[in-house]
T-cell receptor, first 113, second 114 residues
Framework: DTAVSQTPKYLVTQMGNDKSIKCEQNLGHDTMYWYKQDSKKFLKIMFSYNNKELIINETVPNRFSPKSPDKAHLNLHINSLELGDSAVYFC????????????FGPGTRLTVT | AQSVTQLGSHVSVSEGALVLLRCNYSSSVPPYLFWYVQYPNQGLQLLLKYTSAATLVKGINGFEAEFKKSETSFHLTKPSAHMSDAAEYFCAVSGPERASKIIFGSGTRLSIRP
Protein backbone atom coordinates (compact mmCIF):
# COMPACT_ATOMS: atom_id res chain seq x y z
CA ASP A 1 0.00 0.00 0.00
CA THR A 2 2.76 2.42 -1.04
CA ALA A 3 1.58 6.03 -0.87
CA VAL A 4 3.82 7.60 -3.54
CA SER A 5 5.68 5.30 -5.87
CA GLN A 6 8.21 6.01 -8.57
CA THR A 7 9.66 3.86 -11.32
CA PRO A 8 12.38 3.13 -11.98
CA LYS A 9 14.40 3.44 -8.78
CA TYR A 10 17.66 3.57 -10.69
CA LEU A 11 18.21 4.76 -14.24
CA VAL A 12 21.57 4.70 -16.01
CA THR A 13 21.68 6.04 -19.52
CA GLN A 14 23.92 7.76 -22.01
CA MET A 15 24.03 11.38 -23.02
CA GLY A 16 21.57 12.29 -25.72
CA ASN A 17 19.01 9.66 -24.81
CA ASP A 18 15.39 10.35 -23.91
CA LYS A 19 13.98 8.83 -20.72
CA SER A 20 10.87 8.95 -18.58
CA ILE A 21 10.26 8.58 -14.87
CA LYS A 22 6.80 7.62 -13.66
CA CYS A 23 5.08 8.62 -10.45
CA GLU A 24 1.83 7.46 -8.95
CA GLN A 25 0.09 8.34 -5.69
CA ASN A 26 -2.79 6.47 -4.11
CA LEU A 27 -3.55 9.05 -1.43
CA GLY A 28 -6.29 10.84 -3.33
CA HIS A 29 -4.24 14.04 -3.32
CA ASP A 30 -4.91 16.86 -5.74
CA THR A 31 -1.38 18.20 -6.12
CA MET A 32 1.79 16.48 -7.30
CA TYR A 33 5.36 17.73 -7.59
CA TRP A 34 8.73 16.92 -9.09
CA TYR A 35 11.92 17.83 -7.24
CA LYS A 36 15.56 17.48 -8.19
CA GLN A 37 18.16 16.70 -5.52
CA ASP A 38 21.74 17.23 -6.57
CA SER A 39 24.89 15.56 -5.26
CA LYS A 40 25.13 18.10 -2.43
CA LYS A 41 21.62 17.12 -1.27
CA PHE A 42 20.20 20.47 -2.39
CA LEU A 43 16.51 19.99 -3.15
CA LYS A 44 14.78 22.19 -5.69
CA ILE A 45 11.24 22.12 -7.00
CA MET A 46 10.82 21.68 -10.73
CA PHE A 47 7.08 21.43 -11.35
CA SER A 48 3.78 21.08 -9.59
CA TYR A 49 0.38 20.08 -10.90
CA ASN A 50 -2.99 20.57 -9.25
CA ASN A 51 -5.80 18.46 -10.70
CA LYS A 52 -3.81 18.05 -13.91
CA GLU A 53 -3.20 21.81 -14.18
CA LEU A 54 0.38 23.07 -14.18
CA ILE A 55 0.79 25.37 -11.19
CA ILE A 56 4.52 25.76 -10.72
CA ASN A 57 7.02 25.64 -13.55
CA GLU A 58 10.45 26.59 -12.34
CA THR A 59 13.21 27.66 -14.65
CA VAL A 60 14.20 24.27 -15.92
CA PRO A 61 15.39 23.44 -19.44
CA ASN A 62 12.53 22.72 -21.81
CA ARG A 63 14.07 19.29 -22.31
CA PHE A 64 12.12 18.44 -19.15
CA SER A 65 8.42 17.96 -19.72
CA PRO A 66 5.96 16.82 -17.08
CA LYS A 67 2.81 15.03 -18.07
CA SER A 68 -0.20 14.39 -15.86
CA PRO A 69 -2.67 11.95 -17.43
CA ASP A 70 -4.83 12.09 -14.31
CA LYS A 71 -4.49 13.52 -10.83
CA ALA A 72 -2.95 10.31 -9.47
CA HIS A 73 -0.07 10.30 -11.96
CA LEU A 74 2.68 12.76 -12.82
CA ASN A 75 5.37 11.58 -15.19
CA LEU A 76 8.60 13.33 -16.07
CA HIS A 77 10.04 13.03 -19.54
CA ILE A 78 13.56 14.19 -20.25
CA ASN A 79 14.88 14.68 -23.78
CA SER A 80 18.49 14.78 -24.90
CA LEU A 81 19.92 13.88 -21.51
CA GLU A 82 23.05 15.72 -20.37
CA LEU A 83 25.68 14.88 -17.75
CA GLY A 84 24.33 17.65 -15.52
CA ASP A 85 20.95 15.94 -15.35
CA SER A 86 22.45 13.28 -13.09
CA ALA A 87 20.65 13.60 -9.78
CA VAL A 88 17.96 12.04 -7.64
CA TYR A 89 14.47 13.01 -8.75
CA PHE A 90 11.69 12.93 -6.19
CA CYS A 91 8.00 12.92 -6.82
CA UNK A 92 5.70 14.20 -4.07
CA UNK A 93 2.03 14.80 -3.51
CA UNK A 94 -0.11 16.85 -1.15
CA UNK A 95 -3.80 17.25 -0.43
CA UNK A 96 -3.71 20.77 -1.71
CA UNK A 97 -1.14 23.32 -2.74
CA UNK A 98 1.42 25.13 -0.65
CA UNK A 99 1.00 24.58 3.03
CA UNK A 100 -0.16 21.02 3.23
CA UNK A 101 2.20 18.21 4.11
CA UNK A 102 3.94 16.76 1.10
CA UNK A 103 4.44 13.02 0.85
CA PHE A 104 7.57 12.02 -1.01
CA GLY A 105 8.30 9.02 -3.15
CA PRO A 106 11.49 7.00 -2.68
CA GLY A 107 13.32 8.81 -5.49
CA THR A 108 14.81 7.87 -8.84
CA ARG A 109 18.58 8.04 -9.10
CA LEU A 110 19.41 9.11 -12.64
CA THR A 111 22.98 8.68 -13.83
CA VAL A 112 23.92 10.03 -17.24
CA THR A 113 27.20 8.75 -18.66
CA ALA B 1 11.00 36.09 -1.75
CA GLN B 2 11.57 33.38 0.80
CA SER B 3 14.65 31.49 1.87
CA VAL B 4 15.99 29.37 4.67
CA THR B 5 19.51 29.02 5.98
CA GLN B 6 20.57 25.96 7.92
CA LEU B 7 23.62 26.59 10.05
CA GLY B 8 25.99 23.67 9.98
CA SER B 9 26.02 21.13 7.20
CA HIS B 10 27.02 18.42 9.67
CA VAL B 11 26.19 18.02 13.34
CA SER B 12 27.50 15.18 15.49
CA VAL B 13 26.18 14.40 18.97
CA SER B 14 26.54 11.53 21.40
CA GLU B 15 23.70 9.13 21.96
CA GLY B 16 21.51 10.52 24.71
CA ALA B 17 22.69 14.10 24.20
CA LEU B 18 20.60 17.07 23.17
CA VAL B 19 20.05 17.54 19.44
CA LEU B 20 19.91 21.12 18.16
CA LEU B 21 19.66 21.82 14.44
CA ARG B 22 19.52 25.47 13.48
CA CYS B 23 17.35 27.11 10.86
CA ASN B 24 16.81 30.78 10.08
CA TYR B 25 14.28 31.96 7.57
CA SER B 26 13.58 35.01 5.48
CA SER B 27 10.06 35.75 4.32
CA SER B 28 8.13 38.83 3.22
CA VAL B 29 4.84 37.18 4.21
CA PRO B 30 3.88 35.23 7.34
CA PRO B 31 5.83 32.02 6.87
CA TYR B 32 4.80 28.44 7.08
CA LEU B 33 7.79 26.44 8.28
CA PHE B 34 8.62 22.76 8.07
CA TRP B 35 11.24 20.27 9.13
CA TYR B 36 11.68 17.18 7.00
CA VAL B 37 13.94 14.16 7.60
CA GLN B 38 15.59 12.05 4.93
CA TYR B 39 16.98 8.65 5.85
CA PRO B 40 19.61 7.14 3.54
CA ASN B 41 18.26 6.21 0.12
CA GLN B 42 14.75 7.30 1.02
CA GLY B 43 12.41 10.18 0.29
CA LEU B 44 11.68 13.01 2.69
CA GLN B 45 9.29 12.62 5.59
CA LEU B 46 7.63 15.47 7.44
CA LEU B 47 8.76 15.80 11.08
CA LEU B 48 6.69 18.83 12.01
CA LYS B 49 5.25 22.06 10.66
CA TYR B 50 4.38 25.55 11.88
CA THR B 51 1.36 27.21 10.32
CA SER B 52 0.78 30.26 12.52
CA ALA B 53 -0.81 28.47 15.46
CA ALA B 54 1.23 27.56 18.54
CA THR B 55 4.84 28.73 18.35
CA LEU B 56 6.14 25.52 19.94
CA VAL B 57 5.47 22.67 17.57
CA LYS B 58 5.80 19.03 18.49
CA GLY B 59 6.52 16.46 15.84
CA ILE B 60 7.18 12.80 15.43
CA ASN B 61 10.01 10.82 17.04
CA GLY B 62 10.29 13.24 19.98
CA PHE B 63 11.35 16.25 17.92
CA GLU B 64 10.05 19.76 18.46
CA ALA B 65 10.73 23.21 17.07
CA GLU B 66 10.01 26.72 18.25
CA PHE B 67 9.04 29.58 15.96
CA LYS B 68 10.73 32.80 17.08
CA LYS B 69 9.65 35.71 14.93
CA SER B 70 12.04 38.18 16.59
CA GLU B 71 14.97 35.94 15.71
CA THR B 72 13.52 34.66 12.42
CA SER B 73 14.42 31.19 13.62
CA PHE B 74 12.84 27.76 13.67
CA HIS B 75 15.40 25.52 15.36
CA LEU B 76 14.78 21.80 15.72
CA THR B 77 15.50 20.07 19.03
CA LYS B 78 15.28 16.68 20.66
CA PRO B 79 16.22 16.18 24.32
CA SER B 80 17.94 12.82 23.90
CA ALA B 81 19.46 11.59 20.65
CA HIS B 82 18.97 8.02 19.52
CA MET B 83 21.09 6.14 17.02
CA SER B 84 18.08 5.91 14.72
CA ASP B 85 18.01 9.72 14.45
CA ALA B 86 21.03 9.69 12.15
CA ALA B 87 19.78 11.21 8.91
CA GLU B 88 19.68 14.36 6.80
CA TYR B 89 17.37 17.09 8.09
CA PHE B 90 15.86 19.82 5.94
CA CYS B 91 14.25 23.03 7.06
CA ALA B 92 11.76 24.52 4.60
CA VAL B 93 9.57 27.61 4.23
CA SER B 94 6.50 28.47 2.22
CA GLY B 95 3.82 31.12 2.22
CA PRO B 96 0.10 30.80 2.89
CA GLU B 97 -1.05 31.78 -0.58
CA ARG B 98 -2.19 29.40 -3.29
CA ALA B 99 0.57 27.82 -5.33
CA SER B 100 3.14 28.87 -2.76
CA LYS B 101 6.08 26.60 -3.30
CA ILE B 102 8.18 25.13 -0.53
CA ILE B 103 11.77 26.35 -0.43
CA PHE B 104 14.17 23.90 1.19
CA GLY B 105 17.37 24.64 3.04
CA SER B 106 20.62 22.94 2.14
CA GLY B 107 20.23 20.26 4.78
CA THR B 108 22.08 19.24 7.94
CA ARG B 109 23.48 15.78 8.31
CA LEU B 110 23.04 14.50 11.86
CA SER B 111 25.45 11.83 13.09
CA ILE B 112 25.05 10.04 16.41
CA ARG B 113 28.12 8.78 18.29
CA PRO B 114 27.68 5.65 20.44
Amino acid sequence: DTAVSQTPKYLVTQMGNDKSIKCEQNLGHDTMYWYKQDSKKFLKIMFSYNNKELIINETVPNRFSPKSPDKAHLNLHINSLELGDSAVYFCASSQDEGTYEQYFGPGTRLTVT
Amino acid sequence: AQSVTQLGSHVSVSEGALVLLRCNYSSSVPPYLFWYVQYPNQGLQLLLKYTSAATLVKGINGFEAEFKKSETSFHLTKPSAHMSDAAEYFCAVSGPERASKIIFGSGTRLSIRP
